[in-house]
């Protein structure tokens, strides 16, 4: 991270929960069955990567008339999609997976239209219009339709297994996954798309006072921040700070195929301080030692403003974790049922105990970015 001593490692704790099951929203297309709208329940798949589709989808009781209101929103604007299957849904979308003439698509219609998620939505719809024109050094998902005003976007169905099915993975990736998927974050981080194509999604100063003003961050982290902050905007004055950043890129968010990784869900994409999607993937391979170590490097190697342009990134990212966890954690206490963090992982749901194991390795982590942060500001 900073220097040998003070580099942010990984802490050598595992979770030993049973492993996921299920898959992610965009799992290798199988020969489909043909598409049949009624009652019936989705059959499992075989696994990940290899989820067939069922064939059936439940259009019963309230959840069926908001399936049927999805549906009839993607044929506005794909009348050839034919629906096979429901990927995933929460209270704020629904993933559908179908055929559109030969091939197979994903559809992702907005439930919950409140402004903020469907500015999140229209981000993302802008996000694939732009690869239309400007096509990034990474393998993206083609755009078939998309209709920003109702939140409602069909891209192709891409061949691959997410390379981890939760938001923090239970158990450490392949290597060669890491390897493959840090590969993949690099290429695009150097990308320069044209500009006003991207904004930037993360007001920096602000978030730092909001999470000081949630008690989230200490009087100190909020002085320490705010003297890395002035110090890379005295430095990006010179040589130009920003970086273009997929902005979540967590595992669960990246195929792995035999062409190489396939990024999707660009929600956030934008500029960045340099080290945004370094500082979430080392947020979620806390038991992965050498990969973090590596990450660490590769943040510090392009000198010490982009090693604390990293380290801010990574105590805003660690603390928006901590906030997510800690409320799933004060839920499942109170509910009997299984509770879907506020930015809850595709794939299975930690469990309680699963959900305060994690939290106290986030915390473990924060400590050592906040040790890492005092000594890069203790060398300005």
């Given at each position: 991270m900073y220097a040998a001593s003070s580099s942010v490692s990984a802490p050598q704790r595992s979770l030993h929960p049973r492993p996921a099951a299920g898959g992610g929203p965009y799992l290798a297309p199988a020969r489909p069955a043909a598409p049949v709208l009624?009652?019936?329940?989705?059959?499992?798949?075989?696994?990940?990567?290899?989820?067939?589709?069922?064939?059936?989808?439940?259009?019963?009781?309230?959840?069926?008339?908001?399936?049927?209101?999805?549906?009839?929103?993607?044929?506005?604007?794909?009348?050839?999609?034919?629906?096979?299957?429901?990927?995933?849904?929460?209270?704020?979308?629904?993933?559908?997976?179908?055929?559109?003439g030969r091939s197979t698509a994903v559809a992702k219609c907005l439930l919950d239209h409140s402004p903020a998620w469907a500015e999140r939505v229209r981000h993302e719809i802008a996000a694939y219009r732009s690869f239309v024109r400007h096509r990034p050094p990474v393998r993206v998902p083609r755009l078939i339709a998309a209709d920003p005003d109702n939140g409602t976007l069909v891209i192709e169905r891409m061949p691959g297994r997410p390379a981890a099915l939760r938001r923090h993975p239970l158990?450490?990736?392949?290597?060669?996954?890491?390897?493959?998927?840090?590969?993949?974050?690099?290429?695009?981080?150097t990308w320069r798309p044209p500009a006003g194509t991207f904004d930037a999604p993360l007001d920096y100063a602000a978030r730092i006072s909001r999470y000081h003003e949630l008690g989230l961050l200490t009087d100190r982290d909020l002085g320490d921040l705010q003297k890395l902050l002035h110090g890379i905007a005295h430095t990006a004055g010179r040589q130009g700070m920003g970086q273009f950043c997929h902005g979540d890129a967590l595992l669960s968010n990246i195929l792995m195929s035999p062409a190489g990784p396939v990024l999707v869900d660009w929600e956030h994409a934008g500029w960045y301080l340099p080290g945004y999607d370094l500082a979430t993937l080392w947020s979620v391979l806390g038991d992965a030692p050498v990969a973090r170590r590596q990450i660490s490097q590769l943040a510090q190697s392009q000198g010490p403003a982009a090693r604390d342009a990293f380290l801010v990134n990574l105590m805003l990212v660690?603390?928006?974790?901590?906030?997510?966890?800690?409320?799933?954690?004060?839920?499942?206490?109170?509910?009997?049922?299984?509770?879907?963090?506020?930015?809850?992982?595709?794939?299975?749901?930690?469990?309680?105990?699963?959900?305060?194991?994690?939290?106290?390795?986030?915390?473990?982590?924060?400590?050592?970015?906040?040790r890492a942060v005092r000594a890069a500001v203790g060398t300005r």
């Open positions: 009624g009652a019936g329940r989705a059959r499992r798949g075989a696994g990940a990567g290899t989820q067939p589709l069922s064939g059936r989808i439940d259009l019963s009781g309230a959840q069926g008339a908001q399936l049927r209101t999805a549906i009839a929103s993607v044929h506005r604007i794909c009348p050839e999609f034919a629906p096979v299957q429901v990927l995933r849904r929460s209270g704020r979308s629904v993933l559908l997976v179908g055929m559109t158990e450490v990736p392949p290597r060669a996954d890491i390897r493959a998927a840090l590969g993949a974050l690099c290429r695009l981080n660690l603390t928006r974790e901590i906030r997510t966890y800690e409320t799933a954690v004060q839920r499942s206490m109170q509910e009997t049922a299984p509770v879907t963090p506020t930015a809850a992982p595709t794939g299975a749901v930690p469990s309680g105990e699963e959900q305060r194991l994690l939290l106290r390795r986030l915390h473990d982590d924060c400590q050592l970015a906040r």
